[in-house]
């Protein structure tokens, strides 16, 4: 294939260090069986350590992946952001984060 299609919802890796420090409100997990949605810890923070993308809520990691295996998009309201990624046992793994500040549009960051 000559050209290969841009996901064009899908953060790229700069974008994600962009979100280092940034204060979340909550942060859920979706079950992929029942679609039902899990708080997983309220006040947190997403951490860019190196090449890891962590989530942390009262010093908790509730997420955690190598940077680069992370899928990520802003949710339509910039209110947030969802990110999901395949473990090594195979398990697909999605959380929705909430900002705590309303939205933080990466453009200005």
Same mark, same amino acid.
């Given at each position: 294939?000559?050209? =290969?299609? =841009?996901?064009?919802?899908c953060?790229?890796?700069?974008?994600?260090? =962009?979100?280092?420090?940034?204060?979340?409100?909550?942060?859920?997990?979706? +079950? &992929?069986?029942?679609?039902?949605?899990?708080?997983?810890?309220?006040?947190?923070?997403?951490?860019v350590?190196?090449?890891?993308?962590?989530?942390?809520?009262f010093? =908790?990691?509730?997420?955690?992946? &190598?940077?680069?295996?992370? @899928?990520?998009?802003?949710?339509? +309201?910039?209110?947030?952001?969802?990110?999901?990624y395949?473990?090594k046992?195979?398990?697909?793994?999605?959380?929705?984060?909430?900002?705590?500040?309303?939205?933080?549009?990466?453009?200005? @960051?």
């Amino acid at each position: 294939m000559l050209f =290969k299609k =841009k996901n064009k919802g899908c953060m790229t890796v700069e974008q994600l260090r =962009k979100l280092d420090k940034t204060a979340l409100k909550y942060v859920t997990r979706r +079950d &992929p069986e029942t679609a039902a949605e899990i708080k997983l810890g309220d006040n947190g923070a997403v951490n860019v350590i190196g090449d890891d993308f962590t989530i942390v809520c009262f010093g =908790k990691t509730v997420f955690s992946a &190598p940077l680069s295996e992370v @899928r990520a998009g802003e949710l339509m +309201d910039m209110s947030g952001f969802t990110a999901s990624y395949t473990d090594k046992n195979g398990e697909h793994i999605s959380i929705i984060a909430k900002y705590t500040d309303g939205t933080v549009a990466l453009s200005r @960051r």
